[in-house]
């Protein structure tokens, strides 16, 4: 079993409880292919480097999960296919030793995620400023 | 080559006299920032560390100016493009 982790941009306009119920499907697609959701995040609303199909902002979600690679395939099919994704990416971070020490780490994990990208899951992810802003010099 | 030409040239311009037809400039060799800190861990949503690595233009800076070691240096590469990816960092600073 390896360990992946998926990064999605979607669509701005959605509202905290759909990105939530987003995040939750997803999840489900992961474990209905054998994988197990390790952290499953909304990483909130930020500006977009560049516009990607008239957007300017993106909504943005993150996964970590261990699979074999089935819930990859499916996961990325989903996400082709859903209108509102504007981008996704996925990593593989490692290979899985056991589930239950890598459970252990996901507190861990999740405050190194707090830290890069802000605490709240709304609007400002606390960097939006340092970015360079799209279209400047 | 060009070393080579200088080195020559400096021997037999600069007998006895002290100085060498042509120095280069002495730069101290930067420490490789991440390898003296282990704790720094470059992922590629790290923004605000991906971003001392890249340029007011967004590219990124090369190793002969930032100092880092080789390896340090295909993985700041591999970080940046997966965050361009994502639209965290620019491809470009012309883009809109």
Redesign the interface.
């Known amino acids: 079993m390896m360990e992946y982790e998926t990064?999605i941009?979607a669509q701005p306009d959605w509202s905290a409880d759909q990105s939530r119920q987003f995040c939750e499907r997803l999840t489900q697609i992961v474990e209905r292919t054998g994988g197990v959701v390790f952290l499953n995040r909304e990483l909130g609303r930020r500006r977009?480097?560049?516009?990607?199909g008239k957007q300017t902002r993106?909504c943005?979600c993150?996964l970590n999960y261990g699979s074999n690679g089935e819930a990859v395939a499916e996961l990325e099919r989903v996400l082709r296919l859903d209108e509102a994704v504007?981008?996704y990416?996925t990593?593989q971070v490692g290979s899985v030793v056991s589930v239950e020490t890598r459970r252990a780490k996901v507190l861990e994990d999740e405050a190194r995620?707090a830290h890069?990208?802000g605490t709240g899951s709304e609007v400002t992810f606390g960097?939006d400023e340092?970015?360079?802003a799209?279209?400047?010099? | 080559m060009r070393r080579f030409r200088e080195e020559k040239d400096g021997k037999e311009k600069g007998k006895g006299k002290g100085k060498a037809a042509k120095r280069r400039p002495v730069t101290r060799r930067r420490a490789c920032r991440l390898c003296a800190d282990t704790k720094l861990i470059l992922?590629?949503?790290?923004?605000?560390l991906l971003?001392q690595f890249i340029s007011?233009?967004?590219r990124i800076i090369p190793r002969r100016v930032s100092g880092n070691c080789a390896y340090h240096q295909r993985t700041v590469g591999l970080a940046v493009k997966?965050a361009?990816?994502?639209?965290?960092?620019?491809?470009t600073?012309?883009?809109?």
């Open positions: 990064t941009v977009l480097a560049y516009r990607i993106g943005y993150y504007l981008r990416l990593v995620l890069l990208f960097m340092s970015l360079p799209a279209g400047g010099t | 992922d590629y949503k790290d923004l605000r971003q007011e233009r967004g997966r361009r990816l994502l639209a965290l960092l620019p491809f600073s012309m883009q809109h």
